[in-house]
């Protein structure tokens, strides 16, 4: 009895766990948009898609991880820019809150990770948000003058 038990419980439990050990990686055309040159890594945001990873040469070596971006009246940039300034236990002044493992890349608006659910509330104010832990995994893999290239616009705004 106990063996047909774990049985059964492994056929119920086995597919769940291979669907969230499956990876999905930028398609053709998603890496058009964002090319890495050579060693240096560059941050790719899809913000069609709301996902972000990181390409080093012809290689995904971060992520896709889902983002939130700009909500309508205060969109996220599109372009090419690099990181001008990072602080890992940033504090935003204008909006009075936390923002973890914060990398600036375009005036205000930074890479930063969000405590809560990402798929809550209309969306950033122009930044690009991560999971703390995401947020987290990205920051080693950058430093000051990582490229970040942003494309698209967010869904609904």
Same mark, same amino acid.
């Given at each position: ?6 049985? *059964? @419980?492994? %056929? ?8 969230? *050990? =499956?990876?999905?990686?930028?398609? *053709?055309?998603? $890496? ?7 060693? $240096?890594?560059? &941050? ?9 990873? &990181?390409?080093? +040469? ?5 992520? !896709? ?5 700009? =909500? ?13 300034? =990072? ?10 809150? !936390? ?10 608006? %930074?890479?930063?990770?969000?405590? +809560? ?5 209309? +969306? ?8 703390? $832990?995401?947020?987290? $995994? @990205?920051? !080693?893999?950058? =430093?000051? +003058? ?5 494309? #698209?616009?967010? !869904? #609904?705004?």
């Amino acid at each position: 009895m106990l063996a047909f038990l774990v049985t *059964a @419980l492994g %056929a119920v439990f086995a597919p769940a766990a291979q669907a969230q *050990a =499956r990876v999905v990686y930028p398609t *053709a055309a998603e $890496r058009q948009h964002c090319r890495a040159d050579g060693s $240096r890594p560059v &941050v790719c945001v899809d913000q069609n898609a709301q996902r972000l990873w &990181v390409m080093r +040469g012809t290689s995904v070596v971060f992520g !896709p991880v889902t983002v939130r971006t700009g =909500r309508h009246g205060h969109l996220t940039r599109t372009g090419k820019f690099h990181i001008y300034w =990072r602080h890992q236990h940033h504090w935003s002044s204008i909006y009075n809150a !936390p923002m973890p493992f914060a990398q600036f890349f375009s005036g205000g608006e %930074a890479l930063h990770g969000v405590y +809560g659910d990402l798929g809550k509330g209309p +969306g950033s104010y122009g930044c690009v948000n991560l999971t703390v $832990r995401d947020a987290a $995994r @990205l920051w !080693p893999l950058t =430093r000051k +003058g990582t490229w970040v290239e942003v494309w #698209g616009h967010r !869904p #609904g705004s």
